[in-house]
């Protein structure tokens, strides 16, 4: 089962067509996407439902550090499965192997930072942000949640999708993220 799998991603990467393979690649990671963003609306949407503007406005400045998050998943997810996949293409599985594991500690490390730092330096980035002191109270705590405790699995979540889509596992990278998520 596993020659064959190995094959499809084979035939994917080398006798496919470039529109073929991109559809077959890109449908998955596009329906990804649109599950997170529906996520993130039906967020909202839940927060707006307790009619407190300033939960609303919390949730919407805490996005902004949660997207850096995002781009620290694909710094090493997008940045390691290139490397790891142009070395796997060269057939040096072992080589791609390092770096996809390198890449996975790395985007560990980083977010772990990333998060201490914004529980460091919480208030002055919210109000960096624009929090005021109607919103401060909603956001360090929305903060404390999403980015302080949720970035690490987040990331590594983030990142262990990218590598796999990299590599042409793009509907098991989808299941990576359905699961971080639940």
Known sequence: MRATAKNDKTEIFERMGVPSALAKMAIPTIISQLITLIYNIADTWFIGQTDNPYMVAASS?????????????????????????????????????????????????????????CLAFMDPLLRLLGASDNTIGYARQYLTFVVVIGGVPTVLSNTMSSMLRNTGYSREADSVWDWAVC
């Open 61 to 117: 400045l805490v996005l902004t550090v949660f997207l850096m998050t995002t781009a620290i998943a694909n710094l090493f997810g997008v940045g390691g499965g290139s490397l790891a996949v142009r070395l796997l293409g060269s057939h040096r599985e072992e080589e791609a192997g390092k770096v996809a594991s390198l890449s996975l500690v790395m985007a560990g490390g980083a977010s772990l930072a990333f998060s201490l730092l």
